[in-house]
């Protein structure tokens, strides 16, 4: 089809009243949304550094997802791209990985390093491309959210003595999906400050709540009781560093919000 035909099929669905999907806009969300459910949910009780199923996963789920998003992009005859200041740093922290990888003698080591540092490259890419509205946010959140709950559950397993896989990880530290308790700890400190913030009563219109058709405590219930079952099981992990890190975290954040609010006044 050439462009001149796309065109006039696009001024045509403009004048019915029609638009076309966003389809690389769509395609993006839809991988960092199998991104951020599947991969934390992926067990294998005896993974190894040099083949890491959750690794696997990641680099499957970005190379399918990136390749359909450039694809729909070339199809849509335009890029998009935003602009951040953390791009050069991030270009040359990419190029000096790479450099040190490739010089590794452990080869499946650099393969697996190697897939896992571009597979972060290419969601970072996608965030930038595809992210536009706060509505996009409160649904990755949302899928965060509905991913952490089989977490939980296993979570709760573990911790009452009913957990039905035969882990190399043993011992009274919860570590659900994870495989380790220290990763487990860090995946719940990611977690929880996100689903704190979006739990947060926030002012919306009366045509917001008509468009979104739920009492507008509702997301705020949701949200606020997997975030407390989510510090709970961090409890459950007994790894001391995250907790410490979350409680600077949150003392950081009390900070912030203690300087807006004496901005506001002024």
Known sequence: MTQSVRKKR???????????????????????????????????????????????????????????????????????WAASPITPALAAFVAWATITLIYSNYRWSTISELGRLYAHV???????????????VRRLLGVAAAGAVPAIIYAFAQATGHDPIPWNEEGARVFSTLGNPTYFAGYLVLLIPLLAAVAWPRQRSAADQAK????????????????????FCLFLTVSLSPIIGLGLG???????????????LG
Request: charged share 15%.
């Open 122 to 136: 290419g969601i970072y890419w996608l965030v930038l491309a595809t992210v536009r509205e706060m509505s996009q």
């Open 212 to 231: 979104e058709g739920r009492p507008p405590w509702a997301s705020t219930l949701v949200f606020g009781v997997i975030a407390v079952l989510l510090l």
């Open 250 to 264: 949150a003392l950081l954040a009390a900070v912030v919000g203690l300087v807006r609010f004496w901005h506001s």
């Open 10 to 80: 696009r001024a045509r669905a403009k004048k019915d009243g029609r638009t076309s999907p966003d389809w690389p806009r769509l395609i993006g969300e839809v991988t960092i949304a199998a991104v951020i459910l599947l991969v934390p949910l992926a067990m294998n009780p005896h993974s190894k550094n040099s083949l890491d199923v959750k690794d696997v996963l990641l680099g499957i789920i970005v190379a399918i997802g990136f390749s359909a998003y450039l694809l729909a992009s070339l199809a849509r005859g335009r890029f998009v």
